[in-house]
């Protein structure tokens, strides 16, 4: 038997399309990853921004607190 085995052999393009979609989604679930990472980052400095300000709020009514008792001594 002689000639080419692509003559005989046929081409399977339900399995080839769907290892294509395979690939494809593959790919998706990295970059989708990836930008999780990304705004659980961004979550995370955003939190401490907040505990920040929560913390400066909480000291300045400390002081505001101890300025008016210390005043109030005074008199």
């Known amino acids: ?17 769907i290892e294509a979609n395979e690939r494809v989604a593959e790919e998706r679930w ?9 705004i659980e ?9 907040v505990w920040l ?3 400066g709020v909480a000291g300045f009514l400390l002081a505001q607190g101890v300025e008016a008792l210390m005043s109030a001594g005074l008199k």
């Open 41 to 49: 980052a961004t979550l995370e400095r955003l939190e401490k921004r």
């Open 1 to 17: 038997m002689g000639g080419s085995r692509f003559l005989f052999d046929s081409f399977d393009a339900a399995s080839a399309r």
């Open 30 to 38: 990295v970059a989708l990853e990836f930008r999780l990472g990304q």
């Open 53 to 55: 300000g929560v913390y």
